[in-house]
């Protein structure tokens, strides 16, 4: 029996398996005790992103993530733990967190509901106006700060508690292995450009996709193109853990941004658009215009300065070079309405659709000014919902000015939300009934051939070839999702199915010495004619249903491949070693 063990470890196609298997395990790095919940996304201008917590890059293989290890000394070892340690925390408290990478310092913030009263108050502003002066016979610009008093609402702070500290967070993984969203959870969108693209075109619409975004903070995300038999072109989206709106607003719209004067482009979104202020001191709810509540609607309006390109300032003072000048105090909210605005509005098209109108201060007539003030609004049925939506709108709108529109309009063909407990259980009870399948896979191949030399190896030989499928997964960056777990299943049954041919082929008959390299070539060309119909038959899978199937099609031919290039000789093998000796 140990002459026959040291013949397996020694031949060469075993060495190559357990070669192979070593790699796997390697690019699959398992890690059982790994403890932490590892950082998903950073919501910009929090107290995360201010204490200089990185957003995780999408290539980071799952187990090299930054994982929290400690909150304030207190050990972090799964996401219960993790929102155990931050819900208590009060408003304005420091906080410590400790990761595999740094330490971390970070300020709590405080969550203030604005109430809009039935008064209003008198309130001085300063601002800033360009005014032209001559020095020394030359005509010069300056920037001259007036005083202004205006009429604002009244408004009451109350204080809702603590802001969230702006840490998306997930168990941490234990293995390289990715889960997709079946697994997961999260939002699957299937989108259809409203125009047949070129190769190029479709990769600079992903590209831009990837982009807008990875700047609304969304990194844990998959973009991909698809097509179906028919020719029709489609991509695929998968991101955990965003909602369905959040996708519809970003992808679903084409985002194209413009700014017009008297029906006039002056700039749009994305090239003209130099810088875009995100953080609170420059952007967010405006404080002179407040929220105001009307027929049982609350609306509330957001600001944010942006910088625009030398050429789009050019166009701006040629645009209005030749516009009148209207006195009075008007509405505009630009520039000082002591001298007055032009009688041209600056009005803003999202998508075609005008979303507000700033008036044009006079001393902006004719100037090549590089500093605009954008600003919205956003409704809602109490105070605190109008205030998100208004925020979402204006995150929205910096994303779309910052990377500029679309290349094509999308339209959605499908959108699903799962959710992640679904796909906690049916991993956990996949992976029992795989091990459960196994064993009787054993039992009964041990009946039939009464023999263990062929059970073990066989048993064996399946669990190998899920290992080395499993580890090319985690080498390619592939998710493991629902159809994948189908296609791993269905590669084990093809296994079996090879090994039982080449037991079948090689036991036959009571002689079972004779001829054996005959046998063993017979039960090789049953395999490859085998293996060439699955090919034929998953091929086409590949790109049907949209490209949904992928996942099963690619995941059978590889686990097949993989089975008919490696395992099954190897198993061969075994049973001649062990058997035919």
């Not at 009451?156 to 959870?185: C, E, H, M, Y």
């Not at 299943?489 to 093809?494: E, K, L, R």
């Amino acid at each position: 029996m140990n002459y026959k063990f040291k013949k397996i470890i020694t031949n060469v196609r075993v060495i190559i398996l357990l070669v192979f298997l070593v790699l796997a395990i390697v690019a699959i790095s398992p890690r059982p005790g790994i403890e932490g919940v590892i950082i998903g996304n950073i919501i910009t201008n929090s107290s995360a992103s201010e204490a200089g917590i990185q957003q995780p890059a999408p290539t980071t293989r799952p187990v090299n993530r930054e994982r929290i290890l400690e909150i304030d000394n207190k050990p972090v070892k799964n996401v219960v733990d993790y929102y155990k340690y931050i819900s208590p925390l009060d408003p304005n408290q420091s906080v410590q967190i400790k990761t595999n990478r740094a330490l971390y310092r970070l300020t709590t913030r405080e969550d203030i509901e604005i109430i809009e009263l039935n008064e209003t108050i008198t309130k001085t502003i300063e601002e800033i106006i360009t005014v032209n002066e001559t020095v020394n016979g030359t005509i010069v610009e300056k920037n001259k700060t007036i005083k202004k008093i205006i009429e604002v609402p009244k408004t009451k702070k109350i204080s809702k508690g603590t802001q969230d500290i702006g840490i998306k967070v997930f168990n941490a993984p234990r293995t390289n292995i990715k889960k997709g969203l079946d697994l997961q959870g999260g939002t699957r969108v299937l989108l259809q450009p409203e125009t047949l693209l070129l190769p190029q075109d479709l990769q600079t619409l992903i590209d831009t996709m990837k982009q807008r975004l990875n700047v609304y903070g969304l990194s844990d995300l998959i973009i991909r193109d698809a097509s179906d038999l028919s020719g029709n072109q489609y991509i695929l989206v998968e991101i955990a853990g965003a909602n369905e709106e959040e996708i519809r607003n970003l992808l679903a719209r084409q985002g194209k941004f413009e700014a017009k004067i008297a029906n006039q482009t002056v700039f749009v979104g994305g090239k003209d658009i130099l810088f875009v202020c995100r953080s609170a001191d420059c952007a967010g709810i405006d404080p002179n215009v407040g929220c105001s509540s009307s027929r049982g609607q609350t609306t509330c309006g957001f600001r944010f300065s942006i910088t625009l390109s030398q050429e789009a300032a050019q166009k701006h003072a040629d645009v209005t070079r030749d516009l009148p000048i209207i006195g009075g105090d008007g509405t505009g909210r630009v520039s000082s309405r002591s001298s007055g605005y032009l009688s041209e509005p600056l009005e803003l098209y999202l998508d075609n659709v005008k979303v507000d109108e700033l008036s044009i201060g006079a001393s902006l007539k004719g100037s090549v000014t590089t500093q605009i003030q954008i600003s919205g609004s956003g409704t809602g049925f109490s105070q605190q919902e109008a205030v998100l939506n208004t925020l979402n709108n204006m995150k929205r709108l910096q994303t779309v000015l910052i990377t500029g529109s679309l290349p094509v309009k999308l339209n959605i063909v499908k959108i699903d939300a799962i959710s992640p407990f679904l796909g906690e259980e049916f991993l956990k009870n996949a992976l029992f009934v795989g091990l459960l399948a196994l064993i009787s896979v054993g039992i009964v191949v041990f009946i039939r051939y009464r023999k263990l030399q062929v059970a073990i190896p066989m048993v064996l030989m399946s669990i190998s070839e899920v290992i080395l499928l499993l580890g090319v997964a985690a080498v390619i960056g592939w998710n493991i999702d629902l159809a994948a777990v189908a296609g791993i299943i269905i590669a084990v049954g093809i296994g079996i199915d090879h090994q039982i041919i080449i037991a079948d082929e090689t036991l036959r008959g009571k002689e079972v010495i004779y001829d054996w390299k005959q046998r063993i070539k017979n039960a090789f060309f049953i395999i490859m004619a085998s293996y060439f119909t699955v090919l034929v038959a998953l091929i086409p899978l590949i790109f049907a249903g949209a490209g949904l199937l992928k996942g099963f099609a690619i995941t059978t031919i590889l686990g097949a491949s993989i089975g008919v290039f490696i395992s099954r000789p190897v198993f061969a093998k075994v049973i001649e070693i062990l058997i035919r000796e």
